[in-house]
């Protein structure tokens, strides 16, 4: 069974940072994809970054310009980097392995924008 390990979540001021990290217990072969996604108090679970094996990403409005998503093949895994961080951004993210056949989540880690 495949399992997501994320890193990362804190609390931080507003126009803070912080980096997010996910890793899988396996390695994948073929075309996939990494990326976050985030459930705020209330709301429902949101796209926040992805990014392909072959480097393609895919940022929501709110992201962009503010995060950035990488992935490291040799290792699978996948880093959120957030800048200028919003009270808004509060929320628990959620690590996502998106392969042919399966969708995999892990089980979120808490990010708190807060003065």
């Known amino acids: 069974q495949v399992h997501l390990v994320e890193y990362g979540g804190g609390v931080v001021q507003p126009g803070g940072s912080l980096r997010l990290s996910c890793t899988s217990s396996?390695?994948?072969?073929?075309?996939?994809?990494m990326g976050w996604y985030r459930r705020g108090l209330g709301k429902q679970r949101e796209l926040v970054a992805t990014?392909?094996?072959?480097?393609?990403?895919n940022y929501a409005d709110f992201a962009t310009g503010r995060f950035t998503v990488a992935i490291d093949r040799n290792s699978n895994t996948v880093y959120l980097q957030m800048d200028s961080l919003k009270p808004e951004d509060t929320a628990v993210y959620f690590c996502?392995?998106?392969?042919?056949?399966?969708?995999?989540w892990g089980k979120g880690t808490q990010v708190t924008v807060s003065s």
């Open positions: 996502n392995l998106l392969t042919v056949n399966n969708d995999y």
């Open positions: 396996e390695r994948f072969f073929g075309l996939y994809a």
């Open positions: 990014v392909t094996n072959g480097g393609t990403t």
